[in-house]
């Protein structure tokens, strides 16, 4: 069976899954306003929907990591390409809010699922350079999210509707599941290390996990929730926030396909230290320019969140190994968590702001559904172009308090004695 397994071939069809994961995070924020005009939602129900994906996440990530050892990669990864070809499907033939919903929670668990089993793939194949093949693997994630952001860009500059659009997703998925099939899994690296379940529960008990679990939520929330929301957020700021979003994820692309000498160089946490810092830069500027300075705000924010997700997950691979895959998933379901959390809270505190910005006693939903041209509808651009930027000041808090535990994080790590570790 040794002999049967193909590292190369399975880091392909792994890419491959997290391209699709990708793609649903990139098509639905460019497609998240059209469904809002078509089944006339709120930005509180925009904010259910889009959450959704990230708390199907999480609940697939964790169960994921605790039953991946017992049933295997391979079984995950098939769960994952039903649940992505049947949240694609339901949100084609969506009906409104319900639909949606359910769709949206598919496609989250499918993601979720992915990630469950693909970072301890990865871990497992690559034993020796984990956080480089890592960032070689997640690259696919920003990179799906500019492939999906432009097809939104292109085929809406074409007329062709949601439905169209979120249709591009069934080949990728299709030829993602036909190649897993086909391929034979190794056992996780925990597993083939014969670390006991009670080694791995114990080790999920220390400070330094807990700490790293903590500071994932602030990461994620980071990097997902801006992502996620910059069409909404930027549409009246800017005449092409989808291709913000298509830059910021191209920076992280490439980023990440060149973060093997920037991880050996710098260590992890001093990657994650720089990371916060252009992360709070950008995303106080994408608050406050304008016009195609915009663009450079996001150039800085996306080289910012660049090495978040997968520094984390290595972080823990690397410096917890015995933690295995469930510490791994934990630490990933607890970060998308995180952002459904307050991708939900933001989503209302989004509407009130909305309302502040509109005459007094003025009903939002009246203004939001105003036709083009008229006084109502130029009221409520006008209300978005102030209450965008206002969500994004509030979310700069947390890139600044990530400088100050990452700067804590990166001389402890610094001063640690770890001779058996060795960072890839």
């Known amino acids: 069976m040794a002999k049967a397994i193909q590292p190369s071939k399975l880091f392909v069809a792994s890419c491959m899954a997290l391209l699709v ?43 994921g990591g605790f039953v991946v050892d017992i049933i295997g990669m391979k079984r995950l990864l098939l769960a994952a390409f039903v649940l992505h070809l049947a949240g694609i499907l339901l949100t084609i033939f969506a009906t409104g809010f319900s639909t949606l919903f ?77 190649l897993f099939l086909k391929l034979d899994f190794p056992v996780t690296e925990r597993v083939a290390s014969g670390i006991s379940n009670a080694q791995m529960y114990r080790s999920l008990g220390t400070p330094l996990f807990i700490v790293i679990f903590v500071l994932m939520f602030g990461t994620a929330i980071t990097e997902l929730f801006t992502g996620q929301w910059i069409e909404v957020l930027l549409k009246n700021v800017t005449e092409n926030a989808i291709l913000i979003l298509a830059m910021t994820a191209g920076v992280q692309t490439l980023g990440r396909a060149f973060a093997g000498p920037i991880v050996h160089r710098m260590s992890p946490t001093g990657v994650l230290l720089i990371s916060a810092v252009l992360s709070a830069i950008g995303l106080y500027m994408l608050a406050h320019v304008s016009g195609n300075m915009v663009f450079l705000a996001a150039f800085i924010f996306g080289m910012g969140v660049t090495y978040f997700w997968p520094c984390m997950i290595g972080f823990v691979s690397e410096n917890i190994p015995e ?25 209302g505190f989004y509407d009130s702001k909305l309302s502040n910005a509109l005459p007094a006693g003025a009903s939002l939903d009246a203004y939001r559904t105003a036709a083009p041209g008229t006084a109502e509808a130029d009221a409520f651009a006008k209300a978005q172009a102030v209450a965008g930027p206002e969500i994004l000041n509030a979310t700069l808090v947390i890139p600044v308090v990530l400088i100050f535990a990452f700067t804590g994080l990166y001389f402890y790590m610094r001063n640690r004695k770890k001779p058996d570790i060795a960072i890839a």
């Open 323 to 347: 933690s295995g895959a469930l510490g791994m998933n934990l630490v990933g379901g607890a970060g998308m968590f995180a952002v459904s959390i307050y991708t939900i809270f933001m989503g």
């Open 102 to 178: 359910v769709s949206t929670l598919f496609i989250g668990m499918a993601n979720g699922t992915v990630e469950a089993a693909c970072n301890p793939l990865v871990a497992t194949i690559y034993p020796n350079n984990k956080t480089t093949k890592l960032n070689h693997f997640h690259l696919w994630f920003p990179g799906g999210i500019v492939i999906g952001a432009l097809v939104v860009f292109f085929l809406s500059g074409m007329g062709l509707n949601y439905k169209v659009q979120m249709a591009t997703m069934i080949i990728p998925t299709l030829l993602y599941g036909y």
């Open 21 to 63: 994961t990708s793609l649903s995070f990139g098509i639905r924020a460019g497609i998240l306003g059209d469904l809002g005009k078509q089944f006339d939602l709120s930005a509180s129900q925009l904010g259910i929907i889009a959450s959704t994906a990230f708390w199907g996440f999480p609940l697939a990530v964790v169960i």
